[in-house]
């Protein structure tokens, strides 16, 4: 009931705005007018015109036989279609399946996008940038105190030791700046 | 009879109001607390009302104050704002109030503290997008770091002292090289620090490079671009709803609002040079941060992800230098904060009743809280980019820009349409729709009139930037075509 509600207004509003609508002045200065729509709007004879002009294309016929057809074989013989499907054999699994597009969309394109998306994300952001750059640099950085940390011996001749070198590097440093 | 000190209200009224409730707050009693920062957060929104309708649509600053603040180094108290500070201002005094009524049921220890954190931290945000001056724009970066590792660090989730340490330290040490370039930047000028004389300056290739990078690596971090993103996922799955909220709506902007401010007419010539740089990092962002937030189960760190990919959008807009670009970069921060903000609070309502974020432990949410579902479905598709949307308008634009640069960066920017569709979508069927998934789920009640209320209003603002972008780009559009002309020029000499 929801449906024939909605399609009868569907029907009347579709017949009077139509005409306006796309050959019209109904979208004012609002939408571009191409040639396309100007050459369409010479075959243009009204909603009726249109109405009646249905009846003489195929598209129109093919779909009254398709109703016609469900009306014969759900409602008439509701015994048939069982027994068409069983001797067409694979070709209604096929349609049913829709040509399998679907199962390879799921495969390919949801599945392919799933398998990368984890990958990136264990090996991109898990174990390089948070793994190596981050938290490998915080444990370099670990390591590197736990080795100078070895150096601080407490006993004053090591700091001496450690003075005079740097003062002979510092002074090896000068004298290698003025000579060059 | 405040006229002249607007900005300065935007700022210290927050402020002053976050210290009070740090004053009279009391964990026994905390309703005081609580009113008094609805107060202040609401007060500091109506300070914001002259920014909009006394702004006049031209490139200049304007509501400028000034002040001596340091004279021994030329520091001053110069704020001022254009069409790219203005929103955001007004975008994050808006967001502190939707923070404080959500917090309304949700935070019940150290409440006062909690409330004066995002108080000051709104303050000292409304000073970052004010600031004229490059110290005093400094000053305010980094002390809104303290209440946000606060934020995370008190009120946050089990790993909360790991995330907080990480985004500190992130943020912190990028922008300690801007800070090094702004020192270089006030001997060039003989001793300014004015971020306008700083435009003006010319600066020669390799200079113009440093700083360029120095400034990147401060701003890269907050935006935050690939590869340095990876702080932003913790931060947001271990902080309180509000944290992320204002981390996703506000503070990711500011990353954004840099490069326009610093970047790019500071340093033009290098902007260009590094032009392909900054496109790659944005489209990596885009297209490899989108199949990573496809394949997260937890709501808060796939949102995370969602604002990564999003605001590489920003940055790609912002490094094709045109105005379709530029501007659209700036309208998708904008709406960024809207559909970011309403996200995480849809999370926050969930996880008040389910103390879960894990989709897995969802399934069938719209039997049981269907007006819920109606906005976390908008603001799905909003996310996902669907016309009618803030979303929209701001992704069109930059997609519009970018064809007029190169085919390859508009066909893997406009992955973001199917990526971002994909996860948001995937996540609201398997939260919102099906079979009620288990006896929680059975349990839930819907929202009440404080969840209704600031999801009705992002969801008013969603569709008002969606419907009539015009409002915002009116105001943003004279600085745009302001910095385009300034980056056009070169600075070499």
Redesign the interface.
């Known amino acids: 009931m929801p449906l024939i509600l909605l399609a009868i207004p569907s029907v009347f509003i579709g017949a009077m705005t139509i005409g306006p609508m796309l050959y019209g002045d109904w979208f004012g200065s609002s939408i571009a007018r191409s040639a396309t729509m100007e050459a369409l709007a010479k075959e243009w004879h009204g909603a009726f015109g249109m109405m009646v002009h249905a009846l003489t294309t195929l598209p129109f016929w093919l779909a009254i036989a398709g109703v016609a057809t469900a009306w014969f074989l759900y409602i008439l013989r509701p015994d048939l279609p069982a027994v068409i499907k069983k001797r067409l054999g694979v070709i209604p699994v096929i349609l049913e399946r829709k040509y399998g597009f679907d199962d390879f969309n799921d495969w390919f394109f949801?599945g392919g996008?799933?398998r990368?998306?984890?990958g990136?994300?264990s090996w991109?952001?898990k174990t390089i940038?948070?793994g190596i750059?981050?938290n490998g640099t915080a444990r370099l950085i670990g390591w590197f105190a736990g080795v100078a940390r070895g150096m601080q011996t407490g006993y004053i001749y090591h700091y001496a030791f450690t003075m005079i070198v740097g003062v002979f590097g510092f002074l090896t440093f000068l004298l290698l700046l003025n000579k060059y | 009879m405040f006229q002249g000190y607007v900005l300065s209200l935007t700022i210290w009224v927050p402020i002053a109001f976050g210290i009070a409730v740090l004053v009279i707050g009391r964990d026994q009693s905390p309703l005081p607390a609580r009113w008094t920062a609805l107060a202040g957060s609401v007060l500091g929104l109506v300070v914001c009302i002259p920014l909009w309708t006394g702004f006049q649509p031209a490139a200049e600053m304007q509501f400028v104050e000034m002040g001596s603040w340091i004279p021994r180094f030329n520091v001053n108290y110069h704020l001022g704002v254009d069409g790219i500070a203005m929103p955001l201002i007004l975008l994050n005094s808006l967001m502190t109030v939707l923070v404080v009524v959500a917090h309304w049921e949700v935070i019940t220890d150290k409440v006062s503290q909690y409330l004066a954190a995002f108080l000051i931290m709104s303050g000292l945000i409304n000073g970052v997008f004010a600031s004229l001056d490059a110290i005093l724009f400094y000053v305010f970066f980094e002390a809104m770091l303290i209440p946000m590792f606060l934020i995370i660090g008190v009120w946050g989730g089990p790993n909360r002292v790991y995330a907080a340490v990480k985004f500190f330290l992130y943020t912190l040490l990028g922008s300690l090289l801007m800070l090094a370039a702004f020192i270089y930047l006030y001997n060039q000028t003989n001793g300014s620090f004015e971020i306008l004389d700083f435009h003006r300056l010319p600066i020669g290739e390799t200079a113009q490079k440093l700083i360029f990078l120095a400034m990147f690596m401060s701003f890269a971090v907050k935006v935050p671009m690939w590869p340095v993103h990876t702080w932003l996922p913790d931060a947001h799955v271990e902080a309180p709803t509000g944290g992320s909220v204002i981390l996703a709506a506000i503070t990711l902007k500011i990353g954004g609002y840099g490069f326009l401010r610093f970047n790019l007419p500071i340093t033009p010539d290098a902007s260009h040079f590094f032009d392909t740089f900054m496109i790659t990092l944005s489209l990596i962002a885009v297209v490899y941060i989108g199949l990573v937030a496809l394949v997260q189960q937890d709501m808060k760190k796939l949102i995370a992800y969602s604002s990564i990919s999003h605001m590489g959008f920003v940055t790609l807009g912002f490094f094709i230098f045109n105005s379709d670009g530029m501007l659209g970069g700036l309208i998708q921060m904008v709406s960024h904060g809207f559909i970011s903000a309403a996200m995480f609070l849809c999370v926050g309502v969930l996880y008040d009743r389910m103390h879960s974020r894990m989709i897995a432990d969802y399934g069938g949410v719209a039997n049981r809280m269907p007006v819920f579902a109606a906005f976390f479905v908008f603001f799905a598709m909003a996310n996902s980019g669907l016309p009618g949307t803030s979303g929209f308008v701001g992704e069109f634009m930059v997609i519009m820009g970018t064809i007029k640069v190169s085919f390859w960066y508009t066909f893997l920017a406009a992955t973001t349409l199917v990526f971002g569709a994909a996860y948001t979508l995937w996540m609201v069927k398997r939260v919102v729709f099906g079979e009620v998934a288990n006896a929680h789920v059975a349990a839930l009640m819907d929202v009440g009139r404080r969840e209704l209320f600031f999801l009705a209003l992002l969801a008013v603002l969603v569709l008002w930037m969606g419907v009539y972008p015009k409002a915002f780009s009116d105001v943003m559009n004279p600085t745009i075509q302001e910095l385009l002309r300034h980056v056009s020029q070169s600075k070499l000499g």
């Open positions: 949801a996008a799933r990368l998306g984890t990136l994300w991109g952001d940038i948070d750059m981050v």
